[in-house]
């Protein structure tokens, strides 16, 4: 499920892995594969977004289709847990409700690593209008 903010510059996604897929993961990885924890390795996390990432490149999606991060989760959608219909289909807003607190947390972290790279981009920017200043300013001198 991608969920997407329109106050948001980007999207998240909740993503239920193949829990046999999954599970041939972890044996050739060398790891234990535990049904109720194997969402929780940040290992395979990295993988399935990666592989997220590379199909979403190969079929061209623009930056604002592809998500920015990815909660596992291990249930799939049902209609005994309310989030898909009778006809299959997503409850989107149900689903948003369910998973408010990981799609917050999502955005949470996203923001963050913006604002962090922000400030990085501005202080770098301040030094080098300072380098540049102080350079100017030392050619003005010698004139």
Known sequence: ???????????????????????AWFQQKGKNFDAETFCKDADFKKEVFANIITLAN????????????????DQEFSVDNNILTPTFKLKRNVGAQVFAKEIADMYAVIEEAEAKRNANRSSKKNTDILIFDAKKAFFLDMK
């Open 58 to 73: 190969e079929n061209h999606l623009s930056s604002l289709e592809k998500p920015k991060d990815i909660f596992l989760h």
């Open 1 to 23: 499920m991608v969920c997407g903010d329109s106050k948001k510059t980007c999207t998240v996604a909740i993503v239920i892995p193949d829990k046999d897929a999954a599970k």
